[in-house]
């Protein structure tokens, strides 16, 4: 597939037609809908007293269906869904727009339409400051070293519900932009283009771009939706086996690098608990070997709210916080190098302490005075700033914090 990777990086997006090949476009469909009916009979299990029948089904304005959390839910007859992404115009297109020699396969979702019209969504960018870093964090380490990540829709019938803002992924809001946000969020603004994708096409955008769900109605949607970065994480592998076998070997070397990613993360957490400054310089080549000094900082910040959450994990009252702060701590989100339970269980209450007493500076160097709230963003108000990292926070600054407190 021919694929204009500069166009990509200048634009944060990039439109493709016939991704999903005509002649497997059905089946695909088919296979979807067997599993889009094995996740309605979940959900109308797990509903509440409240609810609906349907459950989810029938709530949400944008039913969306995980497939990493439906792992015992495929077979033979479904495992075209895992399949699609490991094809050349997927995974080989998402090597070539990342510059990298093989992309890993991050999600894997399904997008579908609601049971009622709810309408649009608003404007956002796919991340909150106050779990990952501010939007000229990313955009510098964009800028510096090429994207990590990059997010896919796949319709498998038409769809023009995605808009986006092109070139929004390497610059803050405008005070336009931020002005018509603030007048309606939920409305198309200046500039902004609708992604038109006929059945089979995709669109490839690179976070943190700001986009908008227009229109979430009752109209026919299946759009398969996920990504690709260097790092990825699998909790529940039991599909391999009705994986082709290139397919199965491809998964199972992912999870070797997955396994391999945890294992330098650890060790760059390590190398700050210990004060080694030589040790964590050589920890963030590793992760990000050739990369400049953006993508150091940006990881460090990453590394930043992973020795948090893992103080809020070994923390005695850790059930008394509220529901977000115990989903962050818990979530697993390899690209900004959080793994969860799975990485506080290798530190003690007494080292993950020390940890975080180290990275509290970071931390406190990505916040303000008093909480705020700016438009396109995804949470609520926060103390976090969301659009610049301040100048003084670089690695050498953070480095240089231990010897003076030695």
């Known amino acids: 597939m021919d694929v204009n990777r500069q166009q990509f990086l200048e634009q944060g997006y990039i439109l493709l037609h016939q991704v999903i090949p005509p002649d497997q476009l059905e089946q695909l469909r088919q296979s979807y809908e067997i599993m889009v009916d094995r996740q309605r009979a ?15 089904w029938e709530k949400s ?10 792992a015992e839910q495929i077979d033979s007859a479904t495992a075209s869904t895992i399949e699609i ?9 998402s090597s070539e ?8 396969l991050t999600e894997m979702m399904l997008m ?5 019209d709810h309408g649009p969504a608003r404007w956002h960018r796919d991340f909150s400051p106050a779990h990952s870093s501010s939007v000229m964090g990313y955009a510098e380490d964009i800028l510096d070293n090429g994207p990590r990540y990059v997010q896919w829709n796949l319709a498998l019938y038409d769809d023009d519900v995605l808009w986006v803002v092109p070139g929004s992924h390497v610059r803050t809001c405008s005070g336009e932009e931020n002005e018509q946000l603030r007048q309606d969020a939920q409305a198309p603004v200046t500039g902004a283009i609708q992604t038109h994708l006929q059945a089979g096409d995709g669109v490839a955008y690179i976070l943190p771009i700001l986009h908008w769900g227009s229109n979430y109605s009752t109209r026919m949607r299946r759009t398969i939706h996920g ?3 260097m790092f990825t994480h699998y909790p529940d592998l039991r599909y391999l086996e009705h994986l082709s076998p290139g397919g199965r070997d491809t998964f199972e070397n992912w999870q070797q690098r997955s396994e391999q990613t945890l294992a330098r993360t650890e060790k760059a957490l390590r190398a700050v608990l210990k004060a080694d400054i030589s040790a964590y310089h050589t920890a963030l080549e590793a992760l990000h070997p050739g990369s400049g000094a953006m993508a150091k900082r940006q990881s460090t910040i990453f590394l930043s709210k992973s020795a948090k959450r893992i103080h809020d994990l070994k923390r005695p009252d850790f059930d ?14 390899p690209m900004t190098l959080q793994w969860g339970q799975g990485l506080a269980d290798h530190f003690s ?10 990275f509290r500076w970071v931390d406190e160097s990505m916040q303000g005075d008093r909480e705020d709230k700016a438009p396109g963003f995804q949470g609520g108000p926060t103390r976090y700033h969301f659009d610049e990292v301040p100048s003084w926070l670089t690695v050498d600054n953070f480095v240089e914090r231990w010897t003076e407190r030695r």
């Open 42 to 56: 979940i959900w109308s299990r797990q509903r509440q007293a409240d609810d609906p029948p349907g459950g989810a």
């Open 61 to 70: 304005a944008q039913p969306r269906l995980n497939l990493t959390g439906l």
């Open 85 to 93: 992404w490991l094809h050349e115009n997927t995974q080989g297109v």
């Open 97 to 104: 727009l990342l510059g990298v020699r093989d992309a890993a």
């Open 112 to 116: 579908c339409n609601p049971t009622r």
């Open 227 to 229: 990504g690709f970065s």
């Open 320 to 333: 008394s916080l509220s529901d977000l702060d115990r989903s962050n701590a818990t979530g697993v989100h």
């Open 349 to 358: 209450a007494e080292e993950a302490e020390v940890l975080w007493d180290r």
